[in-house]
Every structure is written in C-alpha cells, then in structure tokens.
C-alpha cells in the first residue's frame, strides 16, 4: 500500500529540523501527548478493574453468597419466632442443590467488645468450626494469627478490631450482649469473657472492625436461641451468576424461606462501579482526542512549511495519493510510537503500583489511602488484556483519523500555485 520511497520521504520529514522547514518541536509535543494520554488511560482502566475485582473479591471472600432467612413460625401462644428450627435438615437440603458448594447455619448478634478499658462494637456471627474453615479469607490459607483448631474454646475477631482495642491472641475479652438473661423483671445484659484464639483480616476494613466469630452451640446460649439458627449462609460455585441459583434454593428452603443474595447488599456498590467505568473512559477518551489533535496542528505546519516540495514532487508525477500517504505516514507514526511508549508505561504502572504507591505515601508523609473510608487496604492494580487492546485501539484509531485531514489538504494542494512564488 506503502511505496519506498513515500516512507523515504515521511521519514525525512520527519526528523527534518525547524531551519530545512520541518517541523520537530510539534512533533515532539505530539508524541509526548500521546504517551501520556495512552499511559493514564491504560493506567486508569487497570486501577478499576483491580478495584472492582478487590472489591468482589473481599466481598465474595468473607460473606455469603445468598444468605436464607425465614419468615418465621407463630407458636401455639400467638408469637412469633423467626428463625430455622429445623436447620440442620433445612441446611442439608440446601446443600444438596447442583451448584451449592456449602450451607452453614448461623446465629447472629450484636455485642458490645470490651478488652479492659477499650470498648468498641461487634458483630457475632455464631458458627460451627468446619464452616468457618471454608470461608476463603477467613479460614485456612487466610492472612490470619492464632490456632483455628482451638475456635472451640474462643473466639475469632477481625484484625482491625484487635488494633482498635489493642487485643492480642491469648487476651480475654468481655463480650456484653443487651438480649441477655430473662428474668421476672425483664431481660437483662449478658456479659461473658472469651478467649482470643484467632485473629483473621478479610481485606475489607468495614469486616475486620467489628466481625466476631463465636462457636455455634456458645452462640445459641449466649444469644438465648437454643434449638435455633437466625439463618443459613449458603456459598455457590459460581457467585456471579448468584440469581440463576433461586430458583431451586426456594424449592429447598421450603415456603418460609426468603433470600438475599450479595448482589441485593452490594449492588449499590456494582452499579456505582458501572457508572464511574463509563464516565472514565469517557472523560479519558477526551483526553486521548485532545493529544491526537496535536499531530493535526504539527501536520499543518508541515504542509505549510512543504509547500514548495509539495509543487516540485506533483510536477516529477507523485499522484495526489502518494502525496496523501507521505503525510499520513508522518502523523501515523507519532500515533503509533506515542501508543507504544504509552502501553509500555501504562503496563509497567500497573505491574508495579505497589512500590511506585509506597514511595509517593513516602513522600507525602503517609496516610494517602484511608481503608477506613475506601475499604479496602491499598490502591489494586489488575491489568487485563482487553483493557490494553481498548487503549490501543483508541489511540491509533483517533490518530490516524485526525491525520487524514491535514494529509488530504496536502494532496490536494495545486503545484502551480505552490511554486507561483518560488
């Protein structure tokens, strides 16, 4: 498509300097806008989608995947009582539908944690050992302290919540519930001291500041719901498409059964996510078109200040499209080096966030990222190829369609009046 000696000629143009009428400052300023317009963009579109994928995965990692509830059963004395009685055979039947890979009953409740004079809010969730060794970021293989074979004789509380009340593994701690023991008076608190035997960090700050685990059979008793489980957590080995597995969880769970998957409590979150993808391709894309229109503002230059040669190459027989090609290879190949030098620091951004995160929270002093208010506890990176191919796409394709205008101006430049002057 590309003659010899048109890639001759751009190329000449190319490096020409400003006193033989080339035009290497713009061209400069061009290439340099296009590298960093292609790195922010491939840098942007890997932090989102380490940040999605962190976020989903610390969700996925430490919550059920449908969570099962009951409507409740109203006893012969007109009361109401929700939870599942029967939840060992309600979990098993659950267990046993395709897809399921684990189905846990749980007592739940909130607590007040005491370690001496340091207090602070808890979340118990009541469950039996084997359960919580098969929570991803929670059980075994998890970033965690302490012996989990020894959950039997304590409990297990999230890393933040140690920090915050300075507990170490071994401490007892005061666990001080409002629905405590009943009595002719009325109810009472009911506080216990348990020993901390394990400390586990889900990767979720909002988790490792109040989640406690206690053994299921201690949690029935201290919450006063013996022969009960509040519900049943229930984990699918394919967590994305979590609705597709309803159905047939209903037909187990029975008619009382009700459900609420983790697409219903994070799905603010996932559409939040959505909405801020599109708008920063958008905003990033502008940012690329702005960096292309360089290469057009140096390529009219290049016309300009070519004039003359113009005129002499159409009276030696250049056709109007070899002239057309010459320019557009000049603006080509600033959008295709500018691409490559972007992709190259885009990618080397994304592979090394970690290290380039901890020199600028150096620099500044520290405390750049708040996992209290992100929720997770660094800035993830993942760079996925389809993402790279989008950036490359958009900039080579805006580049070279910017290029054509300009390069057809010079094609269709007459010689004769291109050399009247000359």
Not at 174 to 194: D, E, I, Q, W
Not at 362 to 370: A, E, F, H, K, Q
Not at 385 to 402: E, K, N, R, T
Request: net charge negative; hydrophobic share 50%.
């Amino acid at each position: 498509m590309f003659a010899p000696f048109e890639w001759m000629i751009a190329w000449r143009y190319l490096r020409a300097k400003r006193a033989e009428g080339g035009v290497s400052v713009m061209t400069w300023i061009s290439l340099i806008g296009i590298t960093l317009a292609v790195f922010a963009l491939i840098a942007t579109l890997s932090v989102r989608a380490g940040f999605r994928a962190e976020l989903v995965d610390t969700i996925l990692g430490a919550n059920a995947h449908v969570t099962v509830y009951s409507a409740g059963q109203v006893d012969q004395n007109g009361v109401l009582t929700r939870g599942f009685p029967d939840y060992d055979e309600v979990a098993g039947r659950l267990a046993g539908v395709q897809g399921v890979t684990r189905a846990a009953p749980l007592v739940k409740g909130q607590v007040m944690v005491t370690n001496r004079e340091q207090s602070g809010l808890g979340d118990v969730f009541g469950i039996r050992e084997a359960d919580l060794r098969s929570i991803p970021r929670i059980g075994d293989g998890a970033d965690a302290q302490g012996d989990l074979s020894r959950f039997g004789e304590g409990i297990a509380i999230g890393s933040q919540l140690a920090r915050d009340l300075g507990i170490q593994l071994g401490d007892r701690i005061r666990l001080t519930s409002a629905n405590g023991v009943r009595t002719a008076f009325g109810v009472t608190p009911r506080a216990n001291a348990y020993e901390v035997v394990y400390i586990f960090t889900a990767g979720r700050y909002d988790i490792d500041k109040v989640r406690v685990y206690m053994p299921f059979d201690e949690a029935q008793s201290y919450f006063n719901r013996e022969g009960f489980a509040d519900e049943i957590e229930v984990m699918v080995d394919r967590p994305e498409a979590v609705d597709s597995y309803i159905p047939a969880l209903a037909e187990a769970g029975g008619p009382a059964a009700m459900f609420w998957t983790w697409r219903d409590s994070s799905g603010g979150y996932l559409r939040a996510l959505d909405v801020e993808d599109n708008v920063m391709f958008v905003i990033m894309s502008v940012l690329v078109l702005i960096a292309a229109m360089n290469i057009v503002s140096g390529l009219i230059m290049l016309v300009k200040n070519k004039g003359r040669d113009i005129g002499i190459l159409r009276t030696m027989g250049l056709t109007e499209g070899s002239i057309l090609r010459v320019f557009f290879i000049c603006g080509a190949a600033t959008g295709i080096i500018g691409t490559v030098c972007g992709v190259i620091l885009g990618c080397l951004f994304a592979i090394y966030i970690d290290p380039i995160f901890s020199l600028v929270n150096y620099v500044s002093g520290g405390g750049v990222w708040d996992p209290e208010i992100r929720g997770i506890y660094a800035l993830p990176a993942k760079l996925q190829v389809q993402d790279v191919i989008s950036a490359i796409a958009l900039s080579l394709g805006l580049s070279f369609i910017v290029t054509i205008f300009p390069a057809r101006r010079a094609a269709r430049m007459n010689p004769v009046e291109a050399l009247r002057y000359e």
